[in-house]
């Protein structure tokens, strides 16, 4: 054997496999990742920063079902809300009969024209919904930013919505 054959591992002294500096599992930043970075969310890399933002959301830690709460209770009170609460009555009012007579209601069968119009009055709502979601985006990133301890500036609620996280 020659000395080409050995392999030598130049690694970080007393660096563990599997642990990060920075950052914690949950996405949050350690004491050396906050002296790192700051508390400026702007400063972050997009991937470390969608994966906080969906742990948080998942673990309740970005308390916005407030703000969510008021924009479903908007979007409901609006003309097309109205509209799909009366087209839901009506398929539930269909599936209560169907299940009378012993057909389960994904048996229950539709003509197209019916499924047509039950998807526009939903396209129809779910596009009203988004219209109201984005009047409450600086609040929502707001909320986003002190809950996963950021700064709540102004370049951070940008941040937030150019690179789209405020679409949940």
């Known amino acids: 054997m020659g000395s ?10 007393g660096m563990r496999w599997g642990v990060r500096r920075y950052q914690n ?3 949050t930043l350690t004491e050396a990742g906050r002296r790192k970075y700051g508390n400026d969310i702007s400063k972050r890399k997009v991937k470390d920063v969608r994966k906080q933002v969906l ?3 998942k673990s309740g830690k ?3 079902k407030s703000i969510q709460n008021k924009i479903k209770k908007e979007a409901d009170n609006s003309k097309e809300g109205l509209e799909k609460r009366n087209i839901d009555s009506s398929f539930e009012s269909i599936f209560k009969s169907a299940e009378a ?3 389960s209601r994904n048996k229950v069968v539709f003509d197209r024209s019916t499924a047509e119009f039950y998807n526009a009055v939903q396209d129809r ?4 919904l988004k219209e109201v979601a984005s009047k ?12 996963l301890g950021y700064n ?3 370049a951070g609620r940008e941040w937030l919505k150019k690179n789209k996280f405020m679409d949940w």
């Open 4 to 13: 080409n054959d050995t392999i030598y591992h130049f690694g970080v002294k």
């Open 25 to 27: 599992a949950d996405g």
């Open 55 to 57: 742990a948080g959301a």
């Open 62 to 64: 970005i308390k916005s």
């Open 101 to 103: 007579r012993g057909i």
């Open 125 to 128: 709502y779910n596009k009203k």
């Open 136 to 147: 409450y985006t600086d609040e929502l990133a707001s909320v986003a930013l002190k809950s």
């Open 152 to 154: 709540d500036t102004k």
